[in-house]
């Protein structure tokens, strides 16, 4: 008995250096790569940082957190942010955002509001942390602009996934659920005021390739860049006018997509008066799109619902032969 009591206060005794030792060394790794950022010129400051959860974790609270890059332009800031993980398995991460945050893009800055963020990620065994899977969760979530604009949903799910045997190809799905545009924008899209505040449905399934994997050097150095993306199903349904979209491009350095994709719409002539009544397309080749579509949509046998190919090459959209506009730029800064 004196025996097994010795064993067990030992085993105690050498759990607890380890999870000191543990404790130490996530504590000074944190500040080294703060450190490491305000050397690089980035605004890198926490009010105060603990490391609790004894015997079995090391949760890591941080206070007054501050993050920016002057380099790109993204910059958050929270009045508290926590990593959570279990002593035995510390390259599993849970992630806890507080109800009130700020992000900075290169475009526009934001305050973010939500009763409950949290994510979930797993990482290689590796100094870099190679992503290898990960799950955001956001309940009740807002996203407010400068102008007072705010975009609304009830949930929003976000995960993704290495795929196996592709070293930076990554398998991403996000749904939204009653996403309710900002007022402006939907009004731009919406001048009579007939369609519903939410959407019904809004989500992708989508398989995309970069030039490297997505680790701690996505958020060091420089973004990962996509090389491939392949659309299995994006789509979204506002009120009676529903859009999917399907296909794959492979996108060059500069980020301009070469392949096809095929839109489909349910109701399209609604979709094309919408944007006719926005502004964003022109009367006369709104008037022109709608004559070819009405003959496309005829010869599938359904007058009101429309599948097309669209065709991405030379750095523009093209139906057919026709191009009808810009191709996006695929470049994440």
Same mark, same amino acid.
């Given at each position: 008995?004196?025996?097994?009591?010795?064993?067990?206060?030992?085993?105690?005794?050498? &759990?607890?250096?380890?999870?000191?030792?543990?404790? !130490?060394?996530?504590?000074?790794?944190?500040?080294?790569?703060?450190?490491?950022?305000?050397?690089?010129?980035?605004?890198?400051?926490?009010?105060?940082?603990?490391?609790?959860?004894? @015997?079995?974790?090391?949760?890591?609270?941080?206070?007054?957190?501050?993050?920016?890059?002057?380099?790109?332009? &993204?910059?958050?800031?929270? @009045?508290?942010?926590?990593?959570?993980?279990?002593?035995?398995? @510390?390259? /599993?991460?849970?992630?806890? &955002?507080?109800?009130?945050?700020?992000?900075?893009?290169p475009l526009q800055k934001y305050t973010v509001t939500s009763a409950e963020m949290q994510a979930s990620a797993v990482v290689g065994a590796d100094t870099d942390l190679p992503l290898e899977r990960a799950n955001l969760v956001a309940d009740t979530l807002s996203i407010t602009d400068e102008a007072g604009e705010t975009t609304a949903m009830t949930a929003l799910r976000l995960a993704v996934e290495r795929v196996e045997g592709g070293e930076a190809t990554y398998h991403l799905g996000w749904?939204?659920?009653?996403?309710?545009?900002?007022?402006?924008?939907?009004?731009?899209?919406?001048?009579?005021?007939?369609?519903?505040?939410?959407? !019904?449905?809004?989500?992708?399934?989508?398989?995309?390739?970069?030039?490297?994997?997505?680790?701690? /050097?996505?958020?060091?150095?420089?973004?990962p860049q996509p090389t491939q993306i392949t659309v299995r199903l994006a789509e979204a349904h506002w009120g009676d006018l529903e859009l999917a979209v399907a296909g794959q491009v492979d996108v060059d350095a500069d980020g301009h997509p070469t392949g096809q994709m095929t839109v489909k719409a349910r109701n399209w002539r609604d979709i094309l008066q919408l944007a006719r009544a926005s502004g964003r397309l022109p009367g006369g080749l709104a008037d022109q799109l709608e004559t070819g579509l009405s003959m496309i949509a005829q010869l599938s046998g359904n007058s009101q619902t429309l599948d097309i190919p669209l065709d991405f090459r030379g750095g523009r959209v093209f139906l057919g032969p026709v191009p009808i506009g810009p191709a996006p730029v695929l470049k994440l800064r």
């Open positions: 008995m004196k025996r097994l009591l010795v064993v067990v206060l030992v085993a105690a005794g050498l &759990w607890a250096g380890y999870w000191w030792i543990g404790a !130490s060394g996530v504590k000074s790794g944190f500040a080294a790569w703060f450190d490491a950022r305000r050397t690089e010129g980035w605004v890198a400051e926490s009010g105060d940082m603990t490391v609790n959860g004894f @015997p079995n974790r090391f949760d890591t609270t941080f206070t007054d957190i501050r993050l920016a890059d002057p380099e790109t332009g &993204w910059a958050w800031e929270a @009045p508290f942010f926590q990593l959570l993980a279990l002593s035995y398995r @510390p390259n /599993h991460v849970i992630a806890v &955002w507080p109800r009130d945050q700020k992000l900075a893009t749904a939204a659920e009653n996403l309710a545009p900002a007022r402006a924008a939907r009004l731009r899209l919406d001048t009579t005021g007939e369609l519903p505040q939410t959407l !019904s449905a809004f989500r992708a399934d989508i398989r995309a390739s970069f030039d490297r994997p997505w680790d701690r /050097h996505a958020i060091e150095t420089a973004r």
